[in-house]
């Protein structure tokens, strides 16, 4: 166990955590909606701080960052829990489990040993992810102090549902963050991640104006849900607006898992109506995931269109950037340490 960052003590011993945007009121032996976190005679614990549950080098292209150290290989750990409760969630077996089965497994790995990993793996970045890293942010901060001393970068792979405070807590040592934007409907979050939108649309509006947080969003297109041409032009407008035109919009085919398995995976010319909508409302980077063998994943000068980073899966085939710009017209193409 660790003891809690960013508490509040009310009265009755009950304890406020302000971690994200439910900002549970947790009484004495009571748990936070995430499951992990635990009121221990007025004094908040968290629960998975030593329960790491996964932890592997993975591209840094999987998260996926496709403007963040391109090429590169980012050590990804993750402990057990979660903020929302996703009908169609890839990763329930870790996500889940402290929600439904108060089940909190894991390997005690230390943040030493996990920044020594890294750097053995000849990883450039640390990667919290596969679950919600708010609620596991202690592991978080340690790893991510040490791992800056060691000139590593970190990422945050979220929901977004974090509280204002949570995103100034990180702003010293978090680098880059890819937000899931699963829609722009307050009811597809209520029905299908038991949770709320407005929170998530603040996060990444402040995240993209009052930071230095290298930003990527993601939109996993489920059929029937999130994929008409209405919601598809909200939320590309909403990028454009409030996050900006650099800002990477990585597009993902759905399929089946968990609890939402009567569906077919995402037909590709939604896929590829998505791209062709966030182009026209003025994203210069869209980017269509999951889809086996697309050259859709490739970044183009958004001036010339040349080709600049050629990808398949997550594998990297040429990167032609010369000091962060096209090598022909000489654009600058933003991102972080391109």
Not at 34 to 52: A, E, H, M, P, W
Not at 130 to 159: H, I, R, W
């Amino acid at each position: 166990m660790k003891r809690a960052v960013l508490t509040k003590l009310c009265e009755d011993k009950k304890v406020q955590c302000n971690l994200c945007n439910w900002r549970c009121l947790i009484k004495p032996d009571g748990l936070g909606r995430c499951g992990v976190r635990k009121n221990i005679d007025g004094v908040l614990y968290s629960l998975n701080y030593d329960c790491v549950c996964s932890a592997n080098p993975d591209p840094i292209e999987k998260k996926p960052f496709f403007h963040f150290q391109p090429g590169s290989r980012s050590f990804s750990i993750a402990t057990p829990g979660c903020n929302f409760s996703c009908d169609f969630c890839q990763n329930w077996q870790l996500s889940q489990a402290a929600i439904n089965n108060s089940c909190i497994d894991g390997q005690q790995i230390s943040p030493e040993q996990i920044v020594t990993a890294a750097v053995k793996s000849k990883c450039r970045s640390i990667a919290y992810t596969y679950t919600e890293p708010t609620v596991f942010m202690e592991l978080c901060n340690d790893c991510g102090q040490l791992a800056k001393q060691q000139g590593l970068a970190n990422v945050f792979v979220s929901n977004g549902f974090m509280t204002r405070e949570t995103i100034d807590f990180a702003s010293s040592w978090l680098d880059g963050i890819n937000i899931d934007l699963k829609s722009f409907s307050d009811d597809y979050y209520k029905r299908l991640c038991h949770a709320k939108l407005q929170p998530v649309l603040d996060t990444i509006s402040y995240i993209a104006s009052q930071t230095n947080i290298w930003l990527e969003i993601t939109t996993l297109l489920i059929p029937g849900e999130n994929d008409s041409v209405d919601e598809l032009k909200k939320l590309a407008d909403f990028i454009v607006s409030n996050a900006g035109v650099d800002t990477p919009w990585h597009v993902s085919r759905f399929h089946p898992d968990y609890k939402y398995l009567n569906s077919q995976p995402t037909p590709i010319d939604s896929m590829e109506r998505a791209q062709t909508i966030g182009k026209a409302a003025g994203l210069r980077y869209v980017y269509p995931g999951n889809i086996s063998g697309s050259k859709a994943e490739g970044t183009f000068c958004y001036s010339c269109g040349k080709l600049l980073i050629e990808r398949i899966g997550f594998q990297i085939i040429a990167n032609n950037l010369k000091n962060s710009c096209c090598p022909d017209c000489g654009t600058k193409i933003a991102g972080f340490e391109l």
